[in-house]
Nanobody, 124 residues
Framework: QVQLVESGGGLVQAGDSLRLSCAAS????????VGWFRQGPGQEREFVAA????????YYEDSVKGRFTISRDNAKNTLTLQMNSLKLEDTAVYYC?????????????????WGQGTQVTVSS
């Protein structure tokens, strides 16, 4: 079965960096769009970043542009999110997702598979 397993979350201070990873198995990873979403306390899940299977230009939510970088390694079936200059408002559970529907990669409905999430907490 398909599994997406996130790792790399933790407690950091504002301005610090974290690198999240997502290990995928059970799917033809190179043929899937992949992305990161997050859900903060009392908030709905929101789009963070995504990259299509075709390696087109990545997509980013406006508040993370210039701070976060999404990348994929199709040989290793892994997705990463490098997060720099973290802010208090980046505190959330971060989820990786994979989907192969030809739709807006910024929409959660594009993704059929989700990881269990990893907590990122940014303190002042």
């Amino acid at each position: 079965q398909v599994q997406l397993v996130e790792s790399g979350g933790g407690l950091v201070q504002a301005g610090d960096s974290l690198r999240l990873s997502c290990a995928a198995s059970g799917l033809a990873f190179s043929r899937y769009h992949v992305g990161w979403f997050r859900q903060g306390p009392g908030q709905e899940r929101e789009f963070v970043a995504a990259i299509r299977w075709s390696w087109s230009t990545p997509y980013y939510e406006d508040s993370v542009k210039g701070r976060f970088t999404i990348s994929r390694d199709n040989a290793k079936n892994t997705l990463t999110l490098q997060m720099n200059s973290l802010k208090l408002e980046d505190t959330a559970v971060y989820y990786c997702a994979a989907g192969n529907v030809d739709y807006d990669v910024r929409s959660a409905t594009t993704y059929a598979y989700w990881g269990q999430g990893t907590q990122v907490t940014v303190s002042s």
